[in-house]
């Protein structure tokens, strides 16, 4: 659940990246950091592990509106990719109140992918959370790599993987061009701030 500041009446609400390694959730922050340069209320802080990281920084979406006149201050955090940093991932997880998914468009990630997301679920019940309620966006990363000759995974394959079940909104993206990244982030702050508006009531 987010945390409330009754004093300066500002609701903090926490978005996690998560994902396999390497599949771009650091180049989705990166580039939101960079673009939305107004809104950013803090230093981008970078915790490296090695071979990995873990980026946060604080963001104010000024387009989204107030929740019971309470301004919106968003946190977004990613997690680190590698198997081996498992407990970071759950320590970052806790509080979260929305996540963006990132899968790797490359054929040879594919397995990544469904053991990444299967993950994501196994961390979120340590909290009580299912990921079928959890406000969730799915992004498919990495379109770009068709234009360099990498083969990649077609969306009804992505969608088949990663979507079946779940039917939330995804998004083909490229972090790298910043195509589709902007829209990835307001469609889960517009869930997230939904679904915080239920809670709240």
């Known amino acids: ?14 978005i996690v990246y998560y994902g396999p390694g390497r599949c771009g959730k ?12 107004p809104q950013v209320n ?3 802080v970078t ?7 873990t980026l946060f920084f604080d963001f104010f979406p000024l387009d989204m509106g107030k929740i019971g006149g309470f301004d919106v201050k968003i946190q977004l955090y990613t997690v680190p990719g590698q198997v081996k940093y498992d407990s970071t991932r759950r320590l970052v997880l ?8 990132v899968a790797d468009s490359a054929v040879g990630r594919r397995e ?3 053991i990444s997301i299967r993950n994501l679920e196994d961390n979120l019940k340590i909290y009580n959370k299912d990921i079928h309620d959890i406000p969730l966006v799915i992004q498919y990363n990495k379109r770009d790599l068709a234009e360099e000759g990498i083969e990649i995974l077609d969306i009804e394959t992505l969608e088949k993987d990663l979507n079946t079940e779940l ?3 995804s998004f083909e993206a490229s972090a790298v061009a ?5 829209l990835t982030l307001k469609k889960i702050i517009s869930l997230t701030l939904a679904s915080l508006e239920k809670q709240l009531k």
């Open 26 to 37: 650091t180049t989705n922050l990166e580039y939101v950091y960079e673009k939305c340069r």
């Open 167 to 169: 039917r939330v909104p």
């Open 42 to 44: 803090s230093e981008m």
């Open 47 to 53: 915790v490296k592990t090695q071979g990995d990281r």
């Open 1 to 14: 659940m987010a945390f409330i500041n009754l004093k300066d009446r500002v609701i903090q609400a926490k």
């Open 94 to 101: 806790k509080g979260v109140d929305g996540v963006v998914f």
């Open 112 to 114: 990544k992918n469904i």
């Open 178 to 182: 910043g195509d589709n990244v902007v």
